[in-house]
């Protein structure tokens, strides 16, 4: 079941995709000119705008978003591990599926609070 928090903050997500697509229609609509970059050797390339700019933009992303994966499943490789060596420190079989997360846990006890302390 999904937490009574993450409705709202689908529907504000999916709201910031959308301004933001139409915002970048919007600006590839009115900026629609033909531009000209000069390249090595006397050569002459034309491109649109939008297509220039959001292709410097992935130009940027893709080694970032790159590296960002590489050292996330790096991380995840290094805690894998980890929890399979304390496993085996603690007699557990590591191969054994986790408990269901459902699992409950004793009630904690009930402490009186003496009358001086508040």
Same mark, same amino acid.
């Given at each position: 079941?999904? $937490? %009574?928090?993450? /409705?709202?903050?689908? =529907? !504000? &997500?999916?709201? =910031?995709? #959308?301004?933001?697509?139409?915002?970048? #229609?919007?600006?590839?609509?009115?900026?629609?000119?033909?531009? *000209?970059?000069?390249?090595?050797?006397?050569? /002459?390339? %034309?491109?649109?705008?939008? #297509?220039?700019? =959001?292709?410097?933009? @992935?130009?940027? !992303? /893709?080694?970032?978003?790159? @590296?960002?994966?590489?050292?996330?499943?790096? !991380?995840?490789?290094?805690? %894998?591990?980890? *929890?399979?060596?304390?496993?085996?420190? &603690?007699?557990? %079989?590591?191969?054994? $599926? $986790?408990?269901?997360?459902?699992?409950?846990? $004793?009630?904690?006890?009930?402490?009186? /609070?003496?009358?001086?302390?508040?």
């Amino acid at each position: 079941m999904r $937490p %009574d928090y993450e /409705v709202p903050m689908q =529907f !504000l &997500r999916t709201l =910031f995709w #959308v301004m933001l697509t139409v915002a970048a #229609v919007v600006f590839s609509y009115r900026n629609w000119v033909k531009v *000209e970059i000069q390249l090595w050797g006397g050569i /002459v390339a %034309d491109a649109k705008l939008p #297509v220039l700019l =959001f292709g410097a933009f @992935l130009l940027g !992303l /893709v080694p970032t978003y790159i @590296l960002h994966r590489a050292s996330k499943w790096s !991380l995840k490789r290094r805690a %894998d591990a980890a *929890e399979r060596s304390l496993a085996e420190l &603690r007699g557990l %079989d590591p191969a054994a $599926p $986790p408990p269901p997360s459902g699992t409950l846990l $004793p009630e904690p006890a009930i402490m009186p /609070v003496p009358p001086a302390v508040s």
